[in-house]
């Protein structure tokens, strides 16, 4: 449950970030979002999104009347958002267009609306840009790809900065530990030397090779598969990554999207997709990367300084954390300010 007490005061700017605002954030998944109302928070501001025939929608999730959510409302037969409190009828473009408590002839003031944001729906998951979009989404071909199996992972609910989770995902070296047995072993930690490279819209590595051994007892690990992986930031908030078994091809790809609720408090989605073991359940995955999840939101949220440290001096860096040290730059340059210090 997010604590509302968290929210910041109306009008406060306290947590202006135009970078930021100016993003697209994955709110709620698709599945989440049916006939109901949803009430999300994007940068300690609250959002109702709704669906209509025409698609999803989000408004401030704020009556002008009397400041009621518009999320506990309902949809109604005309698709318009009502308030609960007085029955105030919001459209998609947050004009109010019917006050109950008036005659039909009377004049609706033109004050009466509920500031509109940009949403859409796609990889599964509602976006939401509570500014002005300064990208489009980020793009997922293997999502729609009809030889990948698409599936989504999440929310997962994280007491941390985004930045930290983000940059989590940029890490190679914790995989042997913090996911030993997993994804790695301990006896196989060392990396080899790999490349970053750096665009105006991205940061994203060379090929990095990782021998992830077969975990039974008594073994002494030589058997397993080495996989090749590339990870590459593409907004302040969403990365992606390849996993791919080079003798088969069978390759897994996961986009991770971070919603930053405030600044110590974030939500992540996780759109996978795969092309292999289409037959095996879906829940398989989602259980495996759940646990995954699981134990790196458990390192992530023991992390000081919380918010990520912008100043390369702050903390000691090795040649493993050379993506990490990218995404640290690049969103410095950039100008993120909520979830850096
Ligand atoms: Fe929403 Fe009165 S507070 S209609
Ligand atoms: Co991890």
């Known amino acids: 449950m997010i604590d509302q007490k968290l929210l910041k005061p109306l009008g406060s700017s306290a947590l202006s970030d135009t970078v930021l605002e100016n993003e697209w954030h994955p709110v709620c998944g698709s599945h ?32 002008v009347h009397r400041g009621a959510m518009l999320s506990k409302g309902w949809v109604d037969k005309n698709e318009n958002l009502v308030c609960p409190y007085h029955g105030w009828q919001y459209n998609s473009d947050g004009k109010c267009v019917c006050i109950p408590a008036q005659g039909k002839d009377d004049r609706i003031p033109p004050r009466a609306k509920a500031t509109k944001y940009h ?8 976006w939401v840009c509570i500014g002005e979009p300064r990208a489009d989404l980020p793009s997922f071909e293997e999502f729609e790809n009809p030889e990948y199996r698409p599936l989504v992972c999440g929310p997962y609910h994280v007491k941390a900065a985004g930045t930290r989770v983000i940059e989590n995902f940029t890490d190679f070296a914790h995989l042997m530990y913090v996911h030993g047995g997993l994804l790695g072993h301990p006896d196989y930690s060392e990396l080899p030397d790999f490349e970053v490279f750096k665009e105006p819209d991205r940061v994203y590595t060379g090929d990095v090779p990782i021998f992830q051994p077969v975990a039974h007892s008594g073994s002494d690990h030589r058997e397993g598969t080495t996989y090749i992986y590339v990870k590459e930031v593409f907004r302040p908030l969403a990365a992606r990554l390849s996993k791919r078994d080079q003798a088969t091809g069978q390759t897994l790809w996961i986009m991770l999207t971070v919603l930053p609720v405030s600044e110590q408090e974030c939500i992540v989605y996780m759109p996978v997709s795969r092309n292999y073991a289409h037959e095996v359940d879906d829940q398989q995955f989602i259980d495996f990367q759940d646990t995954v999840f699981e134990q790196d939101k458990w390192i992530i949220e023991t992390q000081k300084p919380e918010l990520l440290p912008l100043d390369l001096q702050a903390e000691l ?6 993506l990490s040290v990218a995404y640290r730059r690049w969103i410095n340059q950039m100008g993120v300010r909520i979830g850096t210090t």
């Open 32 to 63: 989440e979002l049916a006939d109901k109302p949803v009430s999300v928070i994007v940068l300690e501001e609250r959002v109702a999104v709704y669906r209509s025939s025409k698609g999803v929608h989000a408004l401030r999730d704020l009556c």
């Open 317 to 322: 860096n090795h040649k493993a954390d050379l």
């Open 119 to 126: 949403c859409q729906e796609k990889f599964g998951i509602v």
